[in-house]
């Protein structure tokens, strides 16, 4: 990654956007939580499972507008992950 990139974080779980956030933060990046919408970022990184418009869709619409940004729609994958290693996440 840049320096000083600003990355979107995407999810309907507060707690996950909020644990997620601070792996980029330590890093020295600025991570901004959402629960969906996009601005204007560097990389995205979203849930895939969302009521209403799920990850998959909300980056293919996203990169339509900002074609070749980075969009990681997997984070029910490192949800089950971080799981394992005991990290307390509903």
Do not use: K, W, Y
Not at 5 to 19: F, G, K, N, P, S
Not at 21 to 34: F, N, R, T, Y
């Amino acid at each position: 990654m840049n320096p000083n990139m600003r990355i979107l974080i995407v999810d309907d779980a507060q707690r996950m956007t909020h644990t997620l956030a601070d792996i980029p933060s330590l890093a020295g990046h600025q991570a901004v939580e959402a629960a969906s919408g996009p601005q204007a970022f560097d990389c995205v990184l979203t849930d895939v499972r969302m009521p209403g418009m799920n990850g998959v869709e909300f980056c293919r619409q996203l990169r339509q507008s900002q074609p070749g940004l980075p969009c990681l729609e997997a984070i029910h994958r490192l949800r089950a992950a971080l799981r394992g290693f005991s990290i307390l996440i509903p």
